[in-house]
């Protein structure tokens, strides 16, 4: 079993920056892809970005070039920098750990609780 906490969702203006920070537990961390999933009211939950053990990371293309995925290891800690938000970011955002990774939800065995994002206009 992997234990999620996600935290430093909140309220940011557009053009604002947040980073999201999600703390693991359990199994060892580093055998996990990590990935960060957002879903918008109404709407069905989508990949945001992945990072490997090693650090090999891929990005859905709405958040590229603004959002930003790591990983420290020896803090069993992912993070999502996220910098020139949109009204549209907004959604609960999600970290969920997968043996092998990928876009799909199906694909992630273990997910956090979920932290809100808001970007007001």
């Known amino acids: 079993q992997v234990q999620l906490v996600e935290s430093g969702g909140g309220l940011v203006q557009a053009g604002g920056s947040l980073r999201l920070s999600c703390a693991a537990s359990?199994?060892?961390?580093?055998?996990?892809?990590m990935g960060w999933f957002r879903q918008a009211p109404g709407k069905e939950r989508e990949f945001v970005a992945s990072?490997?053990?090693?650090?090999?990371?891929y990005y859905a293309e709405s958040v590229k070039g603004r959002f930003t995925i790591s990983r420290d290891n020896a803090k069993n800690t992912v993070y999502l920098q996220m910098n020139s938000l949109k009204p549209e970011d907004t959604a609960v955002y999600y970290c969920?750990?997968?043996?092998?990774?990928?876009?799909?939800?199906?694909?992630?065995?273990?997910w956090g609780q979920g932290t809100q994002v808001t970007v007001s206009s």
């Open positions: 969920a750990a997968s043996t092998n990774g990928g876009l799909y939800t199906g694909n992630y065995a273990y």
């Open positions: 359990g199994r060892t961390f580093s055998n996990y892809v």
């Open positions: 990072i490997s053990w090693s650090g090999i990371t």
